[in-house]
């Protein structure tokens, strides 16, 4: 009897072609033991990613929607086609260097409380990027803002930035960037729809984050694992719409505040969306809508 993948390797891809390629090379390259599976959601890159995919990585099941569907939709397309009982959510803009899905996984199986894992994220040049953040408040993203983060880095202040995070230790890790996430498709059931996990309400930005907290109020909370790399190329597709996504992150932000800010706190939402906005305003040098699929 054939065994079906125990890992679905999801990869939502726009306008990435030449890093997809090298991501899936590298997993290709320094592939799991465990049966798996690789799914290409292509966002109508027409940049030649869907074609590339198919010339030289036929093993991968390549979906196109045909158009730009966002970032959380495009997941949970793959994640409605995977079989995994362990998904793997991962940007085309990474490469593997060695066994860390592997070691990844392996990990995820052993400590049965989580829900979630992620791992070291490195720069080109062998950095360690900061990668893991606490859950957003009002409080603590504006303290993040202004700097006082780093004046005040143990402190409610600092408990969204995570200045004082020890990327040298594995351990909890409230919510990780979404650039590598796994996670245990058990844990998933508990948060709705384990084929569409993420709220499509957030298509670029925050989606990960509102998962994960979703996931760690349900009592499936994420880790991170120092021991596991991956390199990361950080914003390869974002990067060429900035402007857009300053916008679409500002607003995410305050979609996150609307679903998540409970009781008395919801009365100071008007005047943290103005405050929220001008930033975005001052970010970006001007107006943008922000994502329109």
């Known amino acids: 009897m054939t065994l079906g993948p125990m890992l679905s390797i999801v990869i939502v891809n726009w306008k990435t072609c030449e890093p997809l390629r090298s991501c ?11 049966p798996y599976e690789v799914i290409v959601v292509d966002n109508d890159s027409n940049d030649g990613s869907a074609e590339m995919v198919s010339s030289y990585f036929s093993w991968v099941k390549l979906i196109c929607p045909g158009s730009n569907i966002g970032y959380a939709c495009g997941n ?11 998904v793997l959510t991962l940007n ?3 490469v593997f260097e060695d066994a860390s899905i592997e ?9 049965k409380s989580f829900g979630a894992l992620s791992i070291k994220l490195l720069s080109k040049n062998e950095e360690t990027q900061s990668s893991v953040r606490g859950f957003p408040t009002i409080v603590n993203v504006f303290a993040a803002w202004v700097k006082l983060d ?14 004082c995070f020890d990327y040298q230790s594995t351990g909890p890790a409230p919510q990780p960037m979404g650039t590598f996430l796994l996670f245990r498709r058990e844990a998933l059931e508990t948060v709705g729809d384990p084929g ?16 994960l907290y979703r996931m760690s109020k349900a009592g499936w909370p994420c880790m991170y694992l120092h021991s596991a790399h991956v390199v990361h190329l950080h914003g390869a597709s974002t ?3 900035r402007k857009s996504m300053i916008w679409e992150s500002h607003k995410s932000l305050l979609r996150y505040f609307d679903k998540h800010v ?6 100071a939402l008007p005047f943290v969306s103005a405050v929220v906005l001008v930033h975005a305003l001052i970010k970006a040098r001007g107006y943008d809508p922000g994502f329109r699929p």
Not at 24 to 34: F, G, W
Not at 196 to 211: G, H, K, Q, S, T
Request: hydrophobic content about 35%.
């Open 196 to 211: 569409r996990p993420f709220d499509e309400r957030f298509p670029i930005f925050f989606n990960e984050v509102d998962l």
């Open 262 to 267: 409970k009781g008395g706190l919801r009365l």
């Open 103 to 111: 070691s990844a996984l392996d990990s995820l199986r052993e400590n």
């Open 24 to 34: 899936l090379a590298s997993i290709e390259q320094n592939p799991p033991h465990t």
């Open 76 to 86: 949970n397309l793959g994640i409605s086609n995977a079989s995994g009982q362990f």
């Open 92 to 94: 085309p803009d990474t």
């Open 150 to 163: 780093k004046l005040f880095p143990a402190s409610i202040l600092g408990s969204y930035s995570l200045p």
């Open 239 to 241: 990067r060429q719409v």
